[in-house]
T-cell receptor, first 114, second 115 residues
Framework: AQSVSQHNHHVILSEAASLELGCNYS??????LFWYVQYPGQHLQLLLK??????LVKGIKGFEAEFIKSKFSFNLRKPSVQWSDTAEYFC????????????FGTGTKLQVIP | EAQVTQNPRYLITVTGKKLTVTCSQN?????MSWYRQDPGLGLRQIYY???????DKGDVPEGYKVSRKEKRNFPLILESPSPNQTSLYFC??????????????FGQGTRLTVV
């Protein structure tokens, strides 16, 4: 069975600082990877996803993530955060091939200080 | 508008009183699932359904039931709720299961308190 680790539980940044949130997964085969964002009081929304091809994936709102297969990682990055990026971020993984159970990480709370 | 609708949004109930949380999607998605979100534990999958009349257990199925009689609906049933089921619940749907290239669409969540 797959598992996901997000080592940063709570991150505090000033506006304009760069962001990198770690995500490592454990699974022996091909995987599909996701980052979701949950703004305060709201449901989860997709930020970006990786299935195949270019390991550098660009998502909405200036976010990107890089899949490094050798490191089993899918870290989320943003060059310059804004106050509106304050939210909780979840990494998720599912084995490739359809009809598979999704496993989420425990989430990282990002607080951006104006 | 494409959406996943959960009801109710908030619910306070007493131990042992059966309850149902409804979930409906209007995107003709085959795959639906239920998650619970608890502080420090992230989202954990309760049950999922790959299509009508096809359901399977997720990571934390104990104390829950589901049914999928119609493609659009996937209710979550707590036959005898207990305080440890106090949580924030999310329903999600996607085409054919997330592993084939589509993302999950989430409902707004149901905050359940069992006293």
């Amino acid at each position: 069975a797959q598992s996901v680790s997000q080592h940063n539980h709570h991150v505090i940044l000033s506006e304009a600082a760069s962001l990198e949130l770690g995500c490592n997964y454990s699974y022996g085969g091909t995987v599909n990877l996701f980052w979701y964002v949950q703004y305060p009081g709201q449901h989860l929304q997709l930020l970006l996803k990786y299935f195949s091809g270019d390991p550098l994936v660009k998502g909405i709102k200036g976010f990107e993530a890089e899949f490094i297969k050798s490191k089993f990682s899918f870290n989320l990055r943003k060059p310059s955060v804004q106050w509106s990026d304050t939210a909780e971020y979840f990494c998720a993984v599912t084995p490739g091939g359809g009809y598979q159970k999704v496993t989420f990480g425990t989430g990282t709370k990002l607080q951006v200080i104006p | 508008e494409a959406q996943v609708t959960q009801n109710p949004r908030y619910l306070i109930t007493v131990t042992g009183k059966k309850l149902t949380v409804t979930c409906s999607q209007n995107m003709n998605h085959e795959y639906m699932s239920w998650y619970r979100q608890d502080p420090g534990l992230g989202l954990r999958q309760i049950y999922y359904s790959m299509n009508v009349e096809v359901t399977d257990k997720g990571d934390v199925p104990e104390g829950y039931k589901v049914s999928r009689k119609e493609k659009r609906n996937f209710p979550l049933i707590l036959e005898s709720p207990s305080p440890n089921q106090t949580s924030l619940y999310f329903c999600a749907s996607s085409l054919q299961g997330v592993g084939v290239g589509t993302e999950a669409f989430f409902g707004q969540g149901t905050r359940l308190t069992v006293v």
